[in-house]
DNA sequence: GCCAACGTTGGC
DNA sequence: GCCAACGTTGGC
């Protein structure tokens, strides 16, 4: 299957690029939108790249690269009655939530900012610069994939 | 199964 | 901190 690219969002007060360079690998759990799930469960394939963003952030933008190192496995957190993420109407059974893991690949040495992803026409059908788009995992163009990187390196 | 009310996201 | 956009919930 050929390789898909995707864009993950993260509060970086939360979850930052830092943390997972430090941590090399992190589940991606506590995702609640079924849209979000649904492309973790179903579309993403080992070894799709992710640009990991900085959402609430200031500025806003792509902090760097990840990529599927887990298919989706069912999210533990649904069941810890002390997270904030804990689901009742979940049960073990018939598990609700599940997430993908992800590995750390590299973190950008020029950060991307929002703004000049907007600036950039060649980028203006991203989803993450549509407005009110606020899905936490979106599929991205391979070719826009590549031009953020390119911008990255400039 | 409609839809108003409410909660959350996330840029600004 | 504001608020627009959108998802979810729950009464009917």
Request: one cysteine or more; charged letters at 30%.
């Amino acid at each position: 299957m050929a390789k898909k690219y995707w864009l993950m969002k993260s509060e970086p007060s939360v979850y930052s690029i830092d943390n997972l360079k430090k941590d090399k690998k992190t589940l991606w759990d506590s995702i609640r939108n079924y849209q979000a799930r649904n492309f973790m469960m179903k579309d993403m394939s080992l070894g799709d790249e992710v640009l990991f963003y900085h959402s609430n952030a200031e500025p806003p933008g792509v902090a760097g690269v990840a990529k599927v190192s887990k298919l989706a496995q069912v999210d533990p957190t649904q069941f810890d009655k002390k997270s904030k993420y804990f689901d009742a109407k979940s049960t073990k059974e018939k598990p609700r939530w599940y997430c993908v893991e992800l590995q750390y690949v590299k973190k950008f040495s020029n950060y991307v900012p929002l703004s000049d992803i907007k600036e950039n026409k060649q980028l203006k059908n991203m989803l993450v610069v549509q407005r009110g788009q606020r899905l936490s995992i979106q599929p991205v163009k391979e070719k826009d994939f590549q031009q953020v990187l390119k911008m990255a390196q400039s």
